[in-house]
């Protein structure tokens, strides 16, 4: 889910996704590229989709898109003046396992973030896998 806080339009760079392309459930080929202009460093591999089905998810302040992680998503750049910015809110079922040791300068992600303290939050239920820390990165309040 990304929740917009400032308005996102076509002329700021707002998120693209190729309907349907989420069906196969395909983890589609990407590439990391090492460049420090992106906040994200992937790349989908050429030839792997046609932009010419790409319909733009513009929205308000507060608006959200909520999309599967199998379908095809992105945004071109920002060209204009105005800042794109939102919040990224994750969910997972809880037979997942969050897995704390990938790090950016390993090539597995394309988020320039590490996720060793990272915090989860179990919404629903139990933690099936067991495997999942639902203490670390949280702040424990002061007094």
């Given at each position: 889910?990304?929740?917009?806080?400032?308005?996102?339009?076509?002329?700021?760079?707002?998120?693209?996704?190729?309907?349907?392309?989420?069906?196969?459930?395909?983890?589609?080929?990407?590439?990391?590229?090492?460049?420090?202009?992106?906040?994200?460093?992937?790349?989908?591999?050429?030839?792997?989709?046609?932009?010419?089905?790409?319909?733009d998810l513009?929205?308000?302040?507060?608006?959200?898109s909520l999309?599967?992680?199998?379908?095809?998503?992105?945004?071109?750049?920002?060209?204009?003046?105005?800042?794109?910015?939102?919040?990224?809110?994750?969910?997972?079922?809880?037979?997942?396992?969050?897995?704390?040791?990938?790090?950016?300068?390993?090539?597995?992600?394309?988020?320039?973030?590490?996720?060793?303290?990272?915090?989860?939050?179990?919404?629903?239920?139990?933690?099936?896998?067991?495997?999942?820390?639902?203490?670390?990165?949280?702040?424990?309040?002061?007094?």
């Open positions: 889910m990304w929740v917009a806080l400032e308005e996102s339009t076509a002329t700021n760079g707002c998120l693209r996704v190729i309907p349907r392309s989420h069906a196969g459930r395909l983890l589609h080929e990407h590439l990391h590229e090492d460049r420090s202009d992106l906040t994200l460093n992937q790349r989908l591999a050429a030839g792997s989709f046609g932009e010419a089905g790409a319909v513009e929205l308000q302040p507060g608006e959200m999309h599967d992680v199998y379908m095809i998503h992105g945004a071109k750049e920002n060209r204009s003046s105005q800042r794109r910015t939102g919040v990224a809110l994750r969910y997972m079922p809880t037979t997942s396992v969050f897995e704390r040791d990938i790090r950016p300068a390993d090539g597995k992600t394309g988020l320039a973030v590490d996720f060793a303290n990272r915090p989860l939050w179990l919404v629903k239920g139990t933690d099936r896998s067991g495997r999942n820390d639902l203490e670390v990165g949280h702040r424990r309040p002061t007094r």
